[in-house]
């Protein structure tokens, strides 16, 4: 290689990619950054450390302070254990879990598409390797 063609312009990454018969990575980077950014705030809520369990204490709190409040307006009688377990009855706390799951299918969802565009990463990769090794760029 001379000094002069090491300053060639040669084909784009794209034009390569295109040519290998792969999805350009630029292409591939930018679906993923779209799916990171819908699945962020479930990862939030619902992924490792995630604020999920708190909520949900927060909501049966909520319910057994309403529970408390209705009875002490009847004036009727009720014991912590009734309290408890009518709040996990509530409709308030049903709703919280149902739309939870919802949630929560959603970011698994999200994840298996994240983890499909860095399989076809990978496998990009390992074709351009491959190819690379079959024309003899590389050294086997």
């Given at each position: 290689m001379t000094a002069e063609s090491a300053y060639l312009p040669g084909p784009l990454p794209g034009d390569i990619e295109t040519r290998m018969g792969i999805e350009p990575i630029a292409e591939l980077l930018a679906q993923r950054d779209a799916?990171?950014?819908?699945?962020?705030?479930?990862?939030a809520r619902h992924g490792p450390f995630g604020t999920w369990d708190a909520e949900r204490k927060v909501c049966l709190s909520i319910a057994a302070a309403v529970i408390r409040a209705k009875a002490a307006a009847e004036p009727?009688?009720?014991t912590e254990a009734q309290i408890?377990?009518?709040?996990?009855?509530?409709e308030s706390y049903v709703t919280?879990?149902?739309?939870?799951?919802?949630?929560?299918?959603?970011c698994i969802e999200l994840e298996n598409k994240i983890q499909n565009i860095a399989d076809l990463i990978n496998r990009g990769q390992c074709i351009g390797r491959y190819l690379a090794a079959e024309l003899g760029l590389q050294p086997r």
């Open positions: 799916l990171i950014a819908k699945v962020s705030r479930l990862r009727r009688k009720i408890e377990q009518e709040s996990y009855g509530a919280f879990l149902t739309e939870s799951l919802s949630e929560k299918a959603r």
